[in-house]
Nanobody
Framework: QVQLVESGGGLVQAGGSLRLSCAAS????????MGWFRRAPGKEREFVAF????????DYADFVKGRFTISRDNAKNMLYLQMNSLKIEDTAVYYC???????????????WGQGTQVTVSS
């Protein structure tokens, strides 16, 4: 069982930046693809970004392209999400996800973290 623990959330003003981290432990070879999802108040969980083991394959939701960057450090079993130019609508709980397939949809996620709150204020 892969365990995922997010950190780095918090309160930031619109236009600011945050970097989320996700620490993976356990049989991390199962986490070939890792990614981020988010759930805003009153909305369903939605895909944000994913990255392959090598880092050579990434994908982003349209609403974060050009603002967010996903990366991973396999030697440290870490996943990151650099979030720049944050908007109020980026306010959500952000979840780390891992799976054997590209985690671009919730049905492909084998493991979830517990989430970290990101709040963007005006």
């Amino acid at each position: 069982q892969v365990q995922l623990v997010e950190s780095g959330g918090g309160l930031v003003q619109a236009g600011g930046s945050l970097r989320l981290s996700c620490a993976a432990s356990g049989p991390t070879a199962s986490a070939h693809f890792m990614g981020w999802f988010r759930r805003a108040p009153g909305k369903e969980r939605e895909f944000v970004a994913f990255i392959s083991w090598s880092g050579g394959n990434t994908d982003y939701a349209d609403f974060v392209k050009g603002r967010f960057t996903i990366s991973r450090d396999n030697a440290k079993n870490m996943l990151y999400l650099q979030m720049n130019s944050l908007k109020i609508e980026d306010t959500a709980v952000y979840y780390c996800a891992a799976g054997r397939l590209p985690v671009s949809r919730t049905s492909r996620v084998d493991y979830w973290g517990q989430g970290t709150q990101v709040t963007v204020s005006s």
